[in-house]
């Protein structure tokens, strides 16, 4: 649902007929207002183990997280050094977004050049950059996933659950939540979901990267 179709479905949604159970499915819950995720109960459908397939910019981000256990650098300097990291993955993501849109972009002009006006090939050069940034965000919501999920199995660990979001890493997380006490485990969640929050507004993202991780990590 777009936004216009989910503002109509809102009333709905508030005012339920009697005995209806809606189910919303969405892989990407982002995508959803804030009005609309406020009044539903959100349940992850977690794949069986072994199921989920990695993106190449998921799978960067995990290797770089399965070594963060082991990191003797601490503090600002670690923070900012894991920073750096995440945002080498993300900078990659969207070049690689970029170049793929603009060389079909590029197909579309060579062949429509003769035959339309500039005013197509203008609008059609704006929707090919939405294109861009919205798979871009989304690729950076899954990341921003991914990484909330690797905290909290941290925590779920250190609170004895059997069930993980990342089962393949389990001992790579319970090394961490033997690292952390569960209020640095809580205070590093809290940046964290802080960071989801600031990433969906206009707000700077190395800013807020750095920012956060500090909180974070640091």
Same mark, same amino acid.
């Given at each position: 649902m777009n936004d216009s179709a989910q503002n109509a479905f809102l009333r709905t949604l508030e005012e339920p007929p009697a005995g209806a159970l809606f189910l919303l499915l969405t892989h990407n819950p982002r995508a959803l207002l804030p009005t609309t995720r406020s009044r539903v109960i959100e349940i992850s459908l977690l794949p069986p183990p072994g199921a989920r397939q990695y993106t190449p910019g998921e799978r960067r981000l995990l290797e770089v997280l399965r070594k963060l256990g082991g990191r003797s650098s601490a503090g600002i300097s670690g923070a900012?050094?894991?920073?750096?990291? !995440?945002?080498? @993955?993300?900078?990659? @993501? =969207?070049?690689? @977004? &970029?170049?793929?849109?603009? /060389?079909? !972009?590029? &197909?579309?002009?060579?062949? !429509? =050049?003769?035959?339309?006006?500039?005013?197509? $090939?203008?609008?059609?050069?704006?929707?090919?950059?939405? *294109?861009?940034? %919205?798979?871009? *965000?989304?690729?950076? /919501?899954?990341?921003? /996933? $991914? $990484?909330?999920?690797?905290?909290?199995?941290? %925590?779920r660990q250190q609170a004895g659950s059997a069930n993980l979001d990342i089962p393949d890493? %389990? /001992? %790579?997380?319970?090394? $961490?939540?033997?690292r952390w006490s569960a209020a640095e485990l809580n205070q590093r969640l809290t940046a964290l979901r802080k960071l989801d929050q600031f990433l969906r507004t206009n707000v700077n993202e190395s800013l807020a990267l750095e920012v956060s991780f500090i909180a974070a990590f640091g």
């Amino acid at each position: 649902m777009n936004d216009s179709a989910q503002n109509a479905f809102l009333r709905t949604l508030e005012e339920p007929p009697a005995g209806a159970l809606f189910l919303l499915l969405t892989h990407n819950p982002r995508a959803l207002l804030p009005t609309t995720r406020s009044r539903v109960i959100e349940i992850s459908l977690l794949p069986p183990p072994g199921a989920r397939q990695y993106t190449p910019g998921e799978r960067r981000l995990l290797e770089v997280l399965r070594k963060l256990g082991g990191r003797s650098s601490a503090g600002i300097s670690g923070a900012l050094a894991l920073k750096a990291e !995440f945002q080498e @993955i993300l900078e990659a @993501i =969207k070049n690689g @977004i &970029k170049k793929e849109l603009e /060389d079909e !972009f590029k &197909k579309e002009q060579d062949h !429509f =050049k003769q035959t339309t006006d500039g005013n197509w $090939l203008k609008q059609r050069e704006e929707q090919v950059e939405a *294109q861009i940034e %919205a798979q871009y *965000q989304q690729q950076r /919501d899954a990341l921003m /996933d $991914l $990484l909330l999920a690797w905290v909290g199995d941290a %925590a779920r660990q250190q609170a004895g659950s059997a069930n993980l979001d990342i089962p393949d890493y %389990a /001992d %790579a997380t319970a090394e $961490l939540a033997g690292r952390w006490s569960a209020a640095e485990l809580n205070q590093r969640l809290t940046a964290l979901r802080k960071l989801d929050q600031f990433l969906r507004t206009n707000v700077n993202e190395s800013l807020a990267l750095e920012v956060s991780f500090i909180a974070a990590f640091g």
